[in-house]
């Protein structure tokens, strides 16, 4: 289709695009019933919790993930921008040959294992240990990508790919597990932004940079790049803040601790 006209590309993108937004009008609920509680509170906490925008900047924690998601965004973009024209001329492969439709078919099982095992993974055997997790999985990305470019047999290097894209998202989704942990509710919105723009800088910055690269000393530098920067990304959330207690759950009065056991057992004396 490509090879034919690209627009006709754009069009079949477009009603994907109408296809996807009418399946979601009419399969996801507006709302259910707890939503509804949780906006009841959030009405009446309103007056007493006004929050600033700006709030979320000047959350330590929330630049930080911002930054986790610009550098783990930037490597995964710049892996499916540039993936095209790297095999084409370490390979010799077309994006309108076979050859290359297997290999680009093969990313969809990866990020759906990723994405739909991400939190499961997480939380059994990394629950509280994020950071560690997140630096496990981009380090192996890394080492990952270096070899897929490097390795001289396309379906060798396409495995590679696909291996370090399954870890790359399980570390994407680690990254979007975070902030109900680490940013008070009150600002997890806000907090979100802040996050996502992260992740729209580096999707973005990316081409500049890695084309800087390739034109410098060629695609295995490039991708080298991009592997310090994953790293980086999984360095990162050491920089994070540990709250001295949950911030999302609620807490009894100081120097009253049994009122809340009290209170929620209903087992307080009227006096």
Known sequence: ?????????????????????????KLVPS?????????ADKTA?????????????????SLVLGLCLLLNNAVGVGLLTW???????QFGITPTGWE???VMVGYG?????????????????????????????????????????IIPNLWGSAVMMWLANLFIMWSFSAILMLPYRLIPLKIIGSAFAVINIGAFIGGMAQGALVGAAVDAAGYVVAFIVLAIMLVAGGLA??????PARPINEPTTPPGSPEAGVEAATGTTDEK
């Open 31 to 39: 709302e259910s019933p707890a939503d509804k509680a949780a906006a």
């Open 109 to 149: 099982p990866s990020l759906w294992i990723a994405t739909s095992t991400g939190a499961t993974v997480v939380k059994r055997w990394f629950e509280n240990n994020e950071m560690v997790f997140m630096l496990l999985m981009s380090s192996i990305g890394a080492v990952l990508m270096v070899i897929a470019v």
């Open 100 to 102: 290359y439709m297997v």
């Open 83 to 89: 993936l095209a024209t790297m095999y084409s001329e």
């Open 237 to 242: 959330p050491f920089l994070l803040k540990e």
């Open 45 to 61: 906490a309103k007056a007493k919790n006004d929050v600033s925008i700006l709030d979320a900047w000047k959350n330590r924690n």
């Open 1 to 25: 289709m490509v090879a034919r006209d690209f627009r006709w590309m754009y069009f079949l993108l477009a009603v994907l695009l109408v296809v996807a937004t009418l399946m979601f009008v």
